[in-house]
C-alpha cells in the first residue's frame, strides 16, 4: 500500500484504487467517512477529479443539504414499496412513513463518498454511498454532476 499527502484530498492510500477519509456534515452527524477516487489500470487522478472535488469542497454544506433533500424525497416516493419487505413491525422501525427530511436521519448512514473517473470530460462527477435500513442489502447511491443531484438509486450504479 502506497501513501501520499496531496495537495487537494489529503492524505491517501493507494491500494488499488485512492483511499482517504473526509468529514462532512448530514442528516445534523458531523460524519468522517471514507473518501474513494476512482481510477483505472493505475492511471494517475485527472485534473477534472480534482475540480470535482475541490467544487464539491467549496460547497459541501449546500452539497449534502441537496443531498438530503433527493434521498427524502426518493424515499418519500418508495417507502410503500420498502414497507412491504418487512412484516408490520419490522416496517415502523426500518422503512417508517417520514414525514421530514430530519426524518431519514436514523434510516440512512453516509458511507462513502466517490470521486467518479470521468468519462465525460465535461463532468465533475462525485457519488456517495449510503447504508439504508429500509434496503439493508443495496443500500442508496446519489451521483452529483457538475454539482446538482443527478441520479438517486440503489447504490449498485456506485460501485462499479
Not at 475540480?51 to 441537496?66: G, I, Q
Not at 436521519?105 to 462513502?112: A, H, M, N, T
Not at 465525460?120 to 454539482?147: E, H, K
Amino acid at each position: 500500500m502506497t501513501g501520499i499527502a496531496d495537495r487537494d484530498f489529503g492524505e491517501l492510500n493507494f491500494d488499488g484504487v485512492w483511499t482517504g477519509l473526509f468529514e462532512i456534515l448530514i442528516f445534523g452527524s458531523l460524519r468522517k467517512v471514507e473518501l474513494v477516487i476512482q481510477v483505472f489500470d493505475e492511471d494517475s487522478i485527472a485534473e477534472v477529479q480534482r475540480l470535482a472535488f475541490r467544487k464539491f469542497d467549496l460547497n459541501k454544506n449546500s452539497v449534502s443539504m441537496a443531498l438530503e433533500k433527493a434521498v427524502f424525497s426518493y424515499y418519500f416516493r418508495r417507502v410503500e414499496e420498502y414497507r412491504e419487505g418487512f412484516d408490520a413491525d419490522e416496517a415502523n422501525i426500518k422503512a417508517p412513513k417520514a414525514q421530514a427530511v430530519d426524518d431519514m436521519r436514523d434510516l440512512v448512514s453516509l458511507r462513502c463518498i466517490k470521486v467518479m473517473s470521468p468519462f465525460d470530460s465535461g463532468s465533475r462527477q462525485i457519488g456517495f454511498i449510503f447504508d439504508a435500513t429500509f434496503d439493508p442489502q443495496l443500500g442508496l447511491g446519489v451521483l452529483v454532476t457538475n454539482g446538482s443531484v443527478e441520479t438517486v438509486d440503489t447504490q449498485d450504479f456506485l460501485l462499479g
